[in-house]
Structures are given as C-alpha cells and as structure tokens.
C-alpha cells in the first residue's frame, strides 16, 4: 500500500473533526473542554464524541438502534455520543455528567427491547461501547477477558479460533452486545448444563460513579455480585469480563422439526411441558408457537428447536427414552460442530463460514415490542386449545417456549440477582414485530400483545408475575422522573429480582447513594431517596 493511500483515512478523519468543530455552538465547545479536561491526552477524547452537528452523528446514534420504534423524528436524542476506545473516556464522561447534570445510558449492543439504554426523556448522553471489542482467549486457564462492546458472535467466533472442544453459555443471537446481556443474566441453549452466562463470570472491570476503575478484588463482592444480573447500568459501567469457558463436545447434534395442530401441535406441546425441563441436561428443545395459514385455513405451528451436546445416536437414545411422543428420527437430526450448531440457531444455511459471526449487523431491523413469563404448572391441553385459539384471533404474534431444569434448579435464587431457578418449568418470551410505519400501527400491535399477555395471566407465575430483566418491558412499571422511591421501584423491581430486589437497593445505596446512574428501571438509591425498605 502506498504512503498516500495509507493517510488518506486520517486526513479524513482530521477534516471530519475539524468540521465539526467549526460548527459546533458555545454549549458543545463546553461540554468538549470539560472531557478533554478529564480525558487522557494520549487517548484524545475529540475523536470519540459527535455532537448533533456533526456528520457522523446521525449513522452512530442509528447503527445500534434495534428496534425502529425508538428511531424516529420525535424520539428524544442525546446531548453527544461518547464512542470510548480508552478507560479515561469513560471516566471523563462521567465527570463531565455530573457537572451538566446529564444522564448517561449505556449502550453496548443496542438490543434493549425498550429503548432504554439510547433513549430518555430527559436530558442525557450516550456511551456507546462498540469500540471496545476485544476478545482475548487464554486457554491455560479455559477463561477469556471480553469487552461489553463485544458482541456474542463475536466472542464465540474468538473461541472458535482457538478451540474445538471449549463454548460458553450465552445467547442464540449473535448480534446481541456481550455487556448488556451479561450483566442482566444472559441465557442460551447450553443453560440446562451450565448455567446461565452470569453463573460462569469470574471477573469484571467496572467504572464506578466516582469514575474509580475497579475489578472483583476492588469492588468487593457485594457490587460483583449485583452485576451479574441484576443489570449493570444502574451501578456503573462495566468495560470488560472475565468469563470461564466451558467443555462442548466434538460433536453435537441439532434438529428443527414443524408440527401443526393437523400433525398433533397440541398433544406434542402438552407432552413437552412435562418432559422438556426433566430430560438430560444436555438436550434443550425451545418451542416457537405461532399462528399460521396452510390451505387457505388458520392453523398453530409448533417449530421445536434443539440443541444436544453429544452424537445423533445418543440424541435418539434419549428422546426415546424421555419423550417418544415426539417421534424424533435419525433423518430430522443433524451433526456438526458446537460453533457451527450457533449458526443453524440463527437459521444461517448449513455450512455458512464462522466469519459471519464478526457481521454486527444481522437480519433488517424492525418495529417490535417483547413480554416475558415465567410457566410453574404444565397448561391443560383444553387451555393450550384456548390459547391457540386466542392467538389465531389476534393474528400476528409468537410465543417461545423456553425450557428450564437441569442446572438451572440446582443454583440457588439468591447466588446472583436473576432469581427465576428451581419451580419454574419455563419461560415465555411474547413477541410481535412489523415493518409498516406510524403510530396508530405500533398501537394496534402493542395492543396485541398486551390482550395475549392478560389472557396467559390464570397460566403463570403469581405474586409476583416474574419478568426476565434482558426482556426489557416497561409495562410492568417504571421509575418517576428523578430519584425513584423505593417504593415506585419495587412495582417492577421484584418482578425482575424477587427478593434479591432489597439487596440490589442496598448494594446501590452503598455504591452510588447520590443515583448518578439512574434510568427508567434502575434500583433505587435510598440515599437519595425520602423512602427506606424499613418504612415500607
């Protein structure tokens, strides 16, 4: 390559910046002295931060925006985006929150169903933490440092690289960014056998809100413990994690199978429910409930998706064994590798090269609205009926069935914030999606939803309604503006945490009493609160 060519993006780059500069007003030209204050000069924070003015600012803000309900012309913008690729601008950042009474969101993958971590109705700014990606892989040890910029492809595409028999247990959708998913739980189809993402976390890095930088030793155990699920953004912002791998098998075997209500959806459901959380702990089959036309009639599709680790041979075994109702054959099943099973999970084609996994930008993005259950009883097959003919009624919606058990019963709830363990059979992710614009449409799909969510109430969790935190719902409640009480918090609180929601409030009033990191669902400070726990 030549010298010229080679300077050809910085000098771009220069001229870009400079751009912004000579137009940015006397406020901008503040804000930007005030985190180059705080900022270290051999880490430039000019470099990272667009102002509304700037030309890059619009692809920035909108290049992480997952859900097209929260990009439009009248959803709030933040002040300037902060797109760190150094520590210091992250403490800068904060810094210079404080002194501008801003509040930042944090955004690591921007696949918060609700828009909370790039949106807020009050005045805010946005770290944006795709630059900090890395990925470093130590297989003395089985561990791996990752960044919360990362995204799950990509951490699993780095594992890959460098290992055949090592995974780790973290979601299906390789998209997502690592930080918010670790941090609110982070589920995938290897949870029966090892857990959850936050039950294999052995370290974390941490900016404070005193923009001290802290790791395990350093922030004691009780904020350790809170971060891993219990939604890092209300306590600081994590740069990186330290995670345990762990063994996969050469092989493992997948399969996809259909069934309609015409091949017996309803009596295969029903079965399900009592076998899919009892089965081997390496066998997960996630069911995707949806109305459907075939031959000009309505009808429910049941797509039953699986994941074993172990050979095609052993798979049979076992569904014979546990569930022969399903008729499983050795034709339906295929054998791969365990990172090529991660694309067959997010329908790539059979042979489709890892490399993908390192595309951050997947399938075209859409306008959609999640909701989450949790199943503690197997529903009747005459309440299955009801249920199918309730979504056939309301068109265009889903329901995933996601099965628990195995060492998901054996964590206690209290080992980390996310509580959902032992009595529950399953999970319910509720999902409606479109692509045509307005508000009157969002509205009447939002209404869907919300009617399938009220009639499934008689069939799940009670007191509370358990939500998953990483399926982000603001329906279930929210904090008022500025200091949420406790008692506003817990509406939602412990829909999320259960109990743990009391303990999430104490570490939060240790290690940020004055609620610098604060949004619509973050746990409340009682040290900036008129409310204590006791006085409720």
Same mark, same amino acid.
């Given at each position: 390559?030549?010298?010229?060519?080679?300077?050809?993006?910085?000098?771009? =780059?220069?001229? /870009?910046?400079?751009?912004?500069?000579?137009? $940015?007003?006397? +406020?901008?030209?503040?804000?930007?002295? #005030?985190? *180059?204050?705080?900022?270290?000069?051999?880490?430039?924070?000019?470099?990272?931060?667009?102002?509304?003015?700037?030309?890059?600012?619009?692809?920035?803000?909108?290049?992480?925006?997952?859900?097209?309900?929260?990009?439009?012309?009248?959803?709030?913008?933040?002040?300037?985006?902060?797109?760190?690729?150094?520590?210091?601008?992250?403490?800068?950042?904060?810094?210079?929150?404080?002194?501008?009474?801003?509040?930042?969101?944090?955004?690591?993958?921007?696949?918060?169903?609700?828009?909370?971590?790039?949106?807020?109705?009050?005045?805010?700014?946005?770290?944006?933490?795709?630059?900090?990606?890395?990925?470093?892989?130590?297989?003395?040890?089985?561990?791996?440092?990752?960044?919360?910029?990362?995204? =799950?492809?990509? /951490?699993?595409?780095?594992?890959?690289?460098? $290992?055949?028999? +090592?995974?780790?247990?973290?979601?299906? #959708?390789? *998209?997502?960014?690592?930080?918010?998913?670790?941090?609110?739980?982070?589920?995938?189809?290897?949870?029966?056998?090892?857990?959850?993402?936050?039950?294999?976390?052995?370290?974390?890095?941490?900016?404070?809100?005193?923009?001290?930088?802290?790791?395990?030793?350093?922030?004691?155990?009780?904020?350790?413990?809170?971060?891993?699920?219990?939604?890092?953004?209300?306590?600081?912002?994590?740069?990186?994690?330290?995670?345990?791998?762990?063994?996969?098998?050469?092989?493992?075997?997948?399969?996809?199978?259909?069934?309609?209500?015409?091949?017996?959806?309803?009596?295969?459901?029903?079965?399900?429910?009592?076998?899919?959380?009892?089965?081997?702990?390496?066998?997960?089959?996630?069911?995707?409930?949806?109305?459907?036309?075939?031959?000009?009639?309505?009808?429910?599709?049941?797509?039953?998706?699986?994941?074993?680790?172990?050979?095609?041979?052993?798979?049979?075994?076992?569904?014979?064994?546990?569930?022969?109702?399903?008729?499983?054959?050795?034709?339906?099943?295929?054998?791969?590798?365990?990172?090529?099973?991660?694309?067959?999970?997010?329908?790539?084609?059979?042979?489709?090269?890892?490399?993908?996994?390192?595309?951050?930008?997947?399938?075209?993005?859409?306008?959609?609205?999640?909701?989450?259950?949790?199943?503690?009883?197997?529903?009747?097959?005459?309440?299955?009926?009801?249920?199918?003919?309730?979504?056939?009624?309301?068109?265009?919606?889903?329901?995933?069935?996601?099965?628990?058990?195995?060492?998901?019963?054996?964590?206690?709830?209290?080992?980390?914030?996310?509580?959902?363990?032992?009595?529950?059979?399953?999970?319910?992710?509720?999902?409606?999606?479109?692509?045509?614009?307005?508000?009157?449409?969002?509205?009447?799909?939002?209404?869907?939803?919300?009617?399938?969510?009220?009639?499934?109430?008689?069939?799940?969790?009670?007191?509370?309604?358990?939500?998953?935190?990483?399926?982000?719902?603001?329906?279930?409640?929210?904090?008022?503006?500025?200091?949420?009480?406790?008692?506003?918090?817990?509406?939602?609180?412990?829909?999320?945490?259960?109990?743990?929601?009391?303990?999430?409030?104490?570490?939060?009033?240790?290690?940020?009493?004055?609620?610098?990191?604060?949004?619509?669902?973050?746990?409340?400070?009682?040290?900036?609160?008129?409310?204590?726990?006791?006085?409720?």
């Amino acid at each position: 390559m030549s010298t010229t060519s080679s300077i050809q993006p910085f000098v771009s =780059i220069f001229l /870009l910046h400079l751009l912004t500069m000579a137009t $940015s007003d006397p +406020l901008q030209d503040t804000y930007l002295q #005030c985190l *180059t204050l705080y900022s270290e000069p051999s880490h430039p924070i000019s470099t990272v931060t667009y102002f509304p003015n700037s030309p890059s600012y619009p692809p920035i803000l909108e290049s992480y925006i997952r859900n097209l309900r929260f990009n439009s012309t009248t959803t709030p913008k933040p002040s300037f985006i902060v797109a760190p690729t150094h520590v210091s601008h992250i403490q800068a950042s904060i810094k210079c929150g404080k002194r501008f009474g801003l509040e930042i969101r944090i955004r690591s993958g921007g696949h918060d169903y609700d828009g909370l971590s790039y949106v807020s109705e009050v005045q805010f700014i946005i770290l944006d933490m795709f630059m900090l990606r890395s990925v470093v892989v130590d297989l003395e040890d089985e561990s791996v440092w990752v960044d919360s910029g990362s995204t =799950i492809g990509e /951490l699993y595409h780095g594992i890959a690289q460098k $290992s055949k028999i +090592l995974g780790f247990p973290a979601g299906v #959708c390789p *998209t997502v960014g690592v930080g918010g998913h670790f941090s609110g739980g982070g589920y995938g189809n290897m949870m029966r056998r090892f857990g959850l993402s936050v039950d294999n976390i052995l370290d974390a890095i941490i900016v404070d809100a005193e923009g001290r930088v802290l790791d395990r030793k350093s922030m004691g155990e009780d904020l350790f413990w809170a971060i891993r699920g219990g939604g890092g953004a209300s306590f600081g912002v994590i740069v990186s994690w330290k995670i345990k791998l762990v063994p996969v098998p050469e092989v493992v075997t997948v399969f996809r199978v259909e069934k309609t209500l015409e091949q017996s959806a309803t009596d295969i459901v029903h079965q399900w429910q009592y076998v899919a959380h009892k089965m081997h702990d390496g066998l997960f089959i996630r069911v995707v409930v949806s109305p459907v036309k075939r031959k000009g009639q309505m009808t429910i599709r049941a797509k039953f998706n699986a994941l074993f680790l172990g050979n095609s041979e052993q798979l049979l075994d076992v569904m014979n064994q546990s569930f022969p109702e399903f008729g499983l054959t050795g034709e339906q099943c295929m054998e791969m590798s365990w990172i090529d099973s991660v694309l067959f999970w997010y329908n790539y084609p059979v042979g489709t090269s890892v490399e993908v996994l390192l595309q951050r930008h997947g399938s075209a993005e859409k306008f959609l609205k999640r909701k989450s259950d949790y199943v503690q009883q197997p529903i009747s097959k005459v309440d299955l009926e009801g249920m199918w003919k309730k979504m056939m009624e309301l068109g265009k919606i889903a329901l995933t069935f996601n099965p628990y058990g195995g060492k998901m019963s054996e964590i206690s709830e209290v080992e980390t914030p996310f509580p959902h363990r032992a009595g529950n059979i399953y999970k319910i992710q509720y999902s409606v999606s479109w692509k045509e614009e307005g508000e009157d449409v969002a509205n009447r799909y939002l209404d869907v939803i919300r009617r399938l969510y009220d009639y499934m109430t008689p069939y799940v969790s009670k007191s509370p309604r358990s939500s998953y935190l990483n399926y982000r719902d603001v329906d279930i409640g929210v904090n008022g503006a500025g200091n949420a009480t406790y008692a506003e918090a817990r509406i939602w609180g412990e829909k999320y945490f259960k109990g743990n929601f009391d303990r999430l409030v104490e570490v939060k009033t240790m290690v940020d009493p004055n609620n610098f990191y604060r949004y619509e669902q973050s746990i409340p400070s009682l040290a900036s609160s008129t409310t204590s726990i006791m006085s409720e």
